[in-house]
């Protein structure tokens, strides 16, 4: 029973990959596991699942992931098939596409935001 927890347990730790402070990665980065990036990245990544920015985490280049959660600096364009999160210090310059924004007291967002399945029915705009 022991090993059957162990390896369960291996398996969401080994899920998750890690860009280090001090490490710097240029290119594109395509998962389907979770990453957390606290170095820095001149590139783009794409993930099915959740992508987290450290506090010294930058990124120059686009995102393409489920859920995005944001403390450091991204300059490049976001799509978030769920939810980013702007943490209080956190800083964005780019377009984002998402479903649901949060931006805490202290983020900076510099762009433009579309939320495809949130905007209004047109034809009900006409009937008022």
């Given amino acids: 029973m022991a090993d059957k927890k162990q390896t369960s347990l291996d398996q969401v730790v080994s899920s998750i990959n890690r860009i280090c402070e001090n490490t710097k990665i240029t290119g594109i980065i395509e998962t389907t596991g979770d990453i957390r990036i606290d170095g820095t990245l001149d590139g783009s990544v794409v993930s099915t699942g959740r992508v987290v920015i450290g506090l010294k985490g930058k990124i120059k280049g686009d995102l393409h992931c489920a859920c995005i959660d944001v403390s450091g600096k991204i300059k490049g364009n976001i799509i978030a098939n769920d939810v980013l ?24 967002f510099n762009g433009l935001c579309k939320m495809p399945n949130n905007e209004p029915d047109s034809n009900n705009n006409e009937k008022k």
């Fill in 85 to 108: 999160i702007l943490k209080e210090k956190s800083v964005l310059v780019g377009e984002i596409t998402v479903q649901k924004l949060i931006i805490e007291s202290g983020a900076t």
